[in-house]
Nanobody, 125 residues
Framework: EVQLEESGGGSVQAGGSLSLSCVVS????????MAWFRQAPGKEREDVVR????????YYADSVEGRFTISQDNAKNTWYLHMNDLKPEDTAMYYC??????????????????WGQGTQVTVSS
C-alpha cells in the first residue's frame, strides 16, 4: 500500500522559513510525478510545485517561485519542500501528492492518486 505522510508544518512570522517533509512508503517513485499542493480556507486546492521524481522538469507556481524549493533524500524515500520568505498568504494546509505517471500540463488535484493527510502552515504578519 502506497502511503504519503507529511510533517514539518507550524506557525511562523512573515519572512520566516519552514521545511516540510513527505515520507513515501510502499513504492519508490522514479520518473513519476509528485507535487506539493496547498489549500487555504474557502479556496481551491492549488499546486505550488510539480516535479518528476528522479530529476527532470520542474514547475513552480508564480506565487512561490524564488522562495520555495524542493529536495529529496532517496535513502529515506523522503521529499522536502523548503519554504523561505514566507508570507501570510502562504497560510494553508499543505499536501504532498503523487501519481504513477508523468506530470501533466495542468497538474489538477484529481490527476493524483496518492495523497498525504496534510500539514498546516500558518504565517503571521
Amino acid at each position: 500500500e502506497v502511503q504519503l505522510e507529511e510533517s514539518g508544518g507550524g506557525s511562523v512570522q512573515a519572512g520566516g522559513s519552514l521545511s516540510l517533509s513527505c515520507v513515501v512508503s510502499g513504492y519508490t517513485f522514479n520518473g513519476d510525478c509528485m507535487a506539493w499542493f496547498r489549500q487555504a480556507p474557502g479556496k481551491e486546492r492549488e499546486d505550488v510545485v510539480r516535479f518528476y521524481t528522479g530529476g527532470g522538469k520542474l514547475y513552480y507556481a508564480d506565487s512561490v517561485e524564488g522562495r520555495f524549493t524542493i529536495s529529496q533524500d532517496n535513502a529515506k524515500n523522503t521529499w522536502y519542500l523548503h519554504m523561505n520568505d514566507l508570507k501570510p498568504e502562504d497560510t494553508a494546509m499543505y499536501y504532498c501528492a503523487a501519481r504513477q505517471a508523468p506530470c501533466s500540463v495542468l497538474g489538477r488535484p484529481h490527476e493524483y492518486t496518492y495523497w498525504g493527510q496534510g500539514t498546516q502552515v500558518t504565517v503571521s504578519s
